[in-house]
């Protein structure tokens, strides 16, 4: 059966175990012409279905989205308010023995009942399925008849139901725009063809006039540009122009959710000024009462607010919020409730084989050989085609670890763009003001995570936190990589580890899980100095470069076999001595004294630098196992650039002592696509050319790579770090979308 203009009221009406299904067809809502006073509503008796089930009564909860009890005494007549969507279960209650009459349904300006002939005992329970919202206060009626048992009339119940439609909507099917079906909006789903709707954390600068401090900050909206990087989220409103004063209309989250997101009140057109408030958040609180206004003419009213996240997953928050709409009855439980939940988007970190987009550097004053430095990378990156920034002595503060003091990385949402955002590292630099003044603006966000009070060490600082390119392991695919970090405790060792606070909260991103190496074995410590990613044409589309003492040593041994043991490597440069190295992270109070000239044959036949290196290769070794097995690759993904390390701590009774590279070190490079910028070797020079240059040429290029090499031996080498960890890159967002993750 069709029907037009009428709705359908489903009733239960139980036996025991029988239960009795009853559609009771009349008007919930939309019948454009009421009937006037003394017009009789005339049912059909064609609209009276009934079916016996056998079915267990089913326990309707007191109170939720979809389901409540009414109470229905015999000589009452309850009013209620309902949402559509709801059911009621009304417990009519009778003396023992009597039965009760289904009334057929009728508006109040009506007063002819109609019998439905149906009949059950005073234990039974009425449910009323309500699918339209009432077009005015009042005017659906269920009416039943109460007889004893010889059938005659002892009394009647009544209830009034004025029917309302409130639902709330989100981008749950993560299109970019708002749904008009709400089925899957309470509950966050992963994968491709998962639901649930995606907030950014709001912390780019939209309003770059006023201050230099990201938006999740400040509880306003920055304008348009600010709304972009917000959630839409609406409550929906249809049925008469008001509801009873007794009801309220709350939007709320949990106090623990409202420290976690802003929501913003959008009141008019446009985002200036009074038409947009502040309603829910850490200052505004966690509750916000709507206003029943809807518009006479079509008996609807929309309320549009803007959603930003304003902190990411940590350890302490799973990344889900969820944002609550109910009806109340004063100050009693709520007579309707339904919610959205939303994740937090991750930060995600890029790996050096995506295309690089912008180079930033440390413009120090000194040593002098830093402004060749920064001249030879600009000739790199312009034949790259991307764009360098250079950070003036003003912005440096006399730092030049770039690497070492930021990240950038990027968070998505559906319906815009990715939004490049710089991860401030927590080792209290020269340069650490410079993401927050130079890199924070519109569409470019930025945010620090540690708890003051916490002591960084050198393994916080972010050479020691790289990503692998996509890899499928054991069938696992991990389509945005894996982060690695190093640390001691990936051998259960006593040491330096990267603190929990930084750890934990690269965990709880959740789509890139992290890989712990092991590299307390070094002095600065980090995992770019033994490795680093370039892109291939052929294999995965990437490979590996790990470095390697025992492929140094083949070389060198190949060149005294071919009778080159008296070239000299590292001619005219100087190091400082052992006892005169300054701290790998400063700048200034060194002297440089020590030649670091020695030719093949030196180096061959020192066996105490032979011996150590044998132990740093193990090293290396153990790392490409756990490398091997957590990225799923096999020796062909690798290729081993030559490399010797040197020992610049005394050792102890309890650790031997730990190592920097003894000439720049050629896998801490900058990877900008296919040009490569590599930190300068000075290896022996064999008919006009250097031999290490040209082995690792020899290994890359056929890759599809271009090799440059870069002088940076007394702008980084001397202070124990290189290329890589002298510059940081913006790079392309991956193509991947993180929700589409199958976790």
């Not at 059911?87 to 007063?111: A, C, F, Q, W």
């Not at 009626?141 to 119940?157: K, N, T």
Request: net charge negative; proline share 6%.
């Amino acid at each position: 059966m069709r029907l037009t203009l009428v709705e359908s009221v489903l009733l239960l009406v139980w036996f025991g175990n029988v239960v009795l299904l009853v559609f009771l067809t009349f008007n919930m809502a939309a019948i454009p012409v009421m009937p006037r006073a003394g017009d009789m509503v005339k049912p059909s008796l064609a609209s009276v279905e009934l079916a016996e089930v056998a079915i267990p009564r089913p326990v309707i909860p007191e109170v939720s989205g979809t389901g409540r009890w009414v109470i229905l005494n015999m000589g009452e007549t309850v009013y209620e308010v309902a949402i559509v969507g709801q059911h009621l279960s009304v417990d009519i209650r009778t003396e023992k023995g009597h039965k009760v009459s289904l009334v057929t349904p009728y508006y109040m300006t009506n007063k002819v009942n109609v019998t439905s002939g149906v009949l059950h005992d005073g234990t039974a329970a009425t449910i009323v399925y309500c699918r339209l919202p009432s077009v005015k206060a009042n005017n659906e009626l269920i009416a039943f008849e109460i007889l004893d048992d010889a059938g005659r009339h002892v009394g009647s119940a009544t209830l009034v139901l004025t029917v309302y439609q409130l639902s709330l909507h989100v981008d749950a099917d993560r299109d970019g725009s708002i749904d008009e079906e709400t089925s899957s909006k309470s509950q966050w789903k992963w994968g491709p063809g998962g639901t649930g709707a995606i907030l950014l954390v709001n912390n780019d600068n939209d309003d770059v006039t006023i201050d230099k401090y990201p938006d999740n900050r400040n509880g306003v909206v920055d304008g348009e540009t600010d709304l972009r990087d917000m959630s839409p989220m609406t409550v929906r409103m249809r049925g008469p122009t008001a509801l009873p004063k007794e009801y309220v209309v709350w939007l709320h989250t949990s106090s623990e959710d409202a420290q976690r997101i802003g929501i913003f009140h959008l009141t008019d057109e446009g985002p200036s000024g009074s038409n947009i408030h502040h309603v829910i958040g850490p200052t505004a609180g966690n509750m916000a009462e709507l206003d029943w206004k809807v518009n006479p003419t079509d008996n609807a009213m929309t309320y549009n607010f803007a959603v930003e996240a304003l902190q990411y997953p940590d350890m302490h928050f799973d990344g889900e919020v969820s944002v609550h709409l109910s009806l109340r009855k004063g100050a009693g439980k709520p007579l309707f409730e339904e919610m959205v939940v939303f994740r937090v988007a991750p930060w995600i970190m890029t790996p050096t084989t995506l295309p690089t987009q912008e180079v930033f550097v440390s413009g120090v004053v000194e040593p002098e050989e830093n402004a060749r430095f920064v001249r030879d990378l600009q000739q790199l990156t312009t034949r790259a085609g991307v764009r360098l920034t250079i950070a003036a002595p003003a912005q440096n503060g006399g730092d030049r670890w770039m690497q070492n003091e930021v990240e950038v990385g990027y968070s998505e949402a559906p319906g815009r763009a990715a939004m490049p955002v710089a991860f401030s590292s927590p080792r209290y630099g020269g340069l650490q003001p410079f993401p927050r003044r130079k890199m924070l603006g519109p569409d470019f966000g930025y945010f620090s995570h540690y708890h003051l009070g916490e002591e960084p060490n050198s393994l916080d600082s972010f050479g020691n936190l790289e990503v692998s390119p996509p890899v499928k392991v054991n069938g696992v695919d991990y389509p945005l990589g894996r982060i690695l970090v190093g640390s001691s405790s990936a051998r259960g060792n006593p040491g330096r580890r990267m603190m929990d606070t930084l750890l934990n909260f690269l965990r709880a991103q959740r789509v890139q899980p992290p890989v712990l190496l092991y590299s307390d074995w070094l002095e600065v410590g980090h995992v770019d100095e033994f490795m680093t990613f370039v892109p291939a044409t052929n294999g995965k589309g990437f490979r590996m470069l790990l470095s390697s003492p025992d492929a140094c040593y083949r070389i060198l041994e190949r060149l005294r076999d071919d009778g080159h043991g008296d070239a000299v490597l590292f001619q005219g440069k100087r190091r400082q001595s052992k006892s005169q190295l300054s701290h790998w992270d400063t700048s200034h109070g060194f002297s440089l004294k020590e030649s670091a000239a020695v030719t093949v044959n030196n180096l061959l036949e020192d066996s105490s630098v032979r011996k150590q290196n044998a132990l740093y290769q193990s090293y290396i070794n153990e790392n490409r196992e756990i490398l091997k097995k957590e990225l799923g690759l096999t020796e062909e993904d690798i290729v081993d650039l030559p490399q010797l390390y040197r020992e610049v701590t005394e050792p102890n009774a309890d650790t031997p002592g730990r190592a920097a590279a003894a000439f720049p070190n050629l896998v801490n490079m900058l990877v900008l696509g296919k040009f490569l910028g590599i930190p300068k070797p000075f290896g022996p020079i064999i008919n006009g050319a250097c031999a290490f240059e040209q082995h690792v040429t020899s290994l890359l290029e056929p890759l599809g790579l271009t090799c440059d090499f870069l002088d940076d031996w007394y702008s980084y080498h001397v202070f124990l770090g290189e290329v890589h960890c002298g510059t940081q890159t913006r790079r392309q967002p991956f193509a991947f979308k993180w929700w589409e993750m199958a976790i």
